[in-house]
């Protein structure tokens, strides 16, 4: 069971394909504005220039248009996090977070006026092309990127399963821009993959976290325990390149490995932002030996879980540094149905770290099977803090071993797992 601080409201991380995603808190339109004093003679002026720009301005420009720019120029001013949710793309957070659409399965957010690719889910279109974190999107069917907001630019990825769309990218080791063809598939929002590696000694994948991740996380370790014909002597737990998803998962994912304790709070300005949740007494791993494998396209949710059992002790963190994102937005409806998306909160571990715009860094640095790494030895990694704007974090102000590889096709395709595998036994080793 976990545990809140304060009454529950429903939290959630990101919008899979369309936003960076992090914690984000649902409120209620025409919830109270704590007595926020309004800024009259400003407004004044504002509404002069609107009129200005209605009575003299060269062409005639709609009423909406004029206050959409205004709210989103305004939105500009602060974090990348923070944007304007029209009514189309707040209807399609229910399909981010728990349907099926036609797209590339990208999880993307903008930056200087282009499309950041943060993480390609696996085995989509995306994945399947060769797209990489860190990859800038400058057009798409020949439509130039530079201008259109976040929502207008994910709205042309996607489209009918099966039509063609073709991306121009540029990549930071590649000398000129190039062209990708993706055809557009139903993306299945699948959260949970897992085999064993070896007698014993189990892997899961969480590609991202959804309402029910824990759930087929503890259906598959029942039955990786059943197919060992024995209690799992370790596990390897892969959040690489996992962008996030919703906060319940990535608690109870946590909660899965932890028998007491602190996982993650939230604190911000308002009273109500500060929320704790805890753990309940049960191991679903009885205390095995766990490693936990990390990489800069492994953000928020997946850094909340990673920092939890690293506090904890209970993993040990493998990989390079992660994508840095520790901040919670709160989803503001609108009484014209759209939303704003609003950072109010940074989230802290339990030793009370707060990742924002730093990260994780892994308790063993391993770096990744490819040419093109950069010297901190990941690859091309857009990281939090390489966004405009990004909110600095706080608290940084104030102060191989050969195995036997015929046993799964993995071992032999991944070094950092093979890696983990390795860890592994020699942590079983050292308990006996």
Aim: aromatic share 4%; glycine share 10%.
């Amino acid at each position: 069971m976990i545990v809140l601080c304060r009454a529950l409201k429903r939290l959630l991380i990101g919008l899979v394909a369309a936003f960076c995603l992090g914690p984000l808190w649902v409120a209620h339109a025409g919830q109270a504005e704590n007595g926020v004093r309004l800024p009259i003679e400003d407004l004044k002026i504002f509404a002069e220039i609107f009129g200005k720009i209605k009575s003299d301005y060269v062409e005639d420009i709609d009423d909406s248009q004029l206050l959409n720019d205004a709210i989103k120029g305004m939105l500009d001013g602060l974090d990348p996090h923070t944007v304007y949710l029209d009514p189309e793309s707040f209807r399609e957070m229910n399909i981010d977070t728990h349907g099926e659409f036609g797209g590339l399965g990208l999880e993307v957010t903008m930056e200087n006026g282009v499309i950041r690719i943060v993480a390609p889910i696996d085995d989509t279109p995306a994945h399947k092309a060769g797209l990489k974190s860190g990859d800038l999107i400058i057009s798409m069917d020949g439509v130039q990127v530079k201008g259109l907001s976040l929502a207008e630019s994910v709205s042309l990825m996607r489209g009918k399963p099966g039509s063609e769309i073709v991306l121009t990218i540029v990549r930071k080791d590649r000398p000129e821009p190039f062209e990708v063809t993706l055809k557009r598939a139903i993306i299945q929002l699948e959260s949970v993959r897992a085999e064993l590696l070896e007698t014993g000694f189990g892997y899961v994948r969480i590609i991202q976290f959804q309402t029910g991740t824990a759930t087929s996380l503890h259906q598959q370790l029942a039955r990786l325990a059943r197919e060992a014909g024995t209690a799992l002597k370790g596990l390897v737990l892969d959040l690489r390149d996992n962008p996030g998803g919703v906060l319940d998962g990535a608690i109870q994912v946590s909660d899965t490995f932890l028998r007491d304790g602190l996982i993650v709070s939230t604190r911000g300005r308002a009273e109500d932002s500060e929320v704790t949740f805890s753990a309940s007494p049960k191991d679903y791993l009885n205390d095995a030996p766990l490693v936990v494998l990390v990489n800069g396209g492994s953000a928020s949710a997946s850094e909340i879980v990673a920092g939890a059992l690293q506090d904890h002790g209970r993993a040990l963190i493998l990989g390079t540094t992660t994508f840095g994102k520790g901040s919670v937005q709160t989803i503001l409806p609108m009484l014209n149905g759209a939303a704003l998306k609003l950072t109010t909160a940074r989230y802290y571990t339990p030793n009370d770290r707060s990742i924002q715009a730093t990260g994780i860094t892994p308790d063993v640095v391993s770096q990744p099977a490819e040419s093109s790494q950069t010297p901190d030895g990941d690859v091309s990694r857009l990281r939090e803090s390489d966004l405009a704007g990004h909110l600095e974090n706080e608290l940084q102000k104030d102060k191989n071993a050969t195995v036997d590889t015929k046993t799964d096709p993995l071992l032999v395709s991944d070094p950092q797992v093979r890696e983990a595998l390795n860890i592994l036994k020699g942590m079983v080793i050292a308990r006996q």
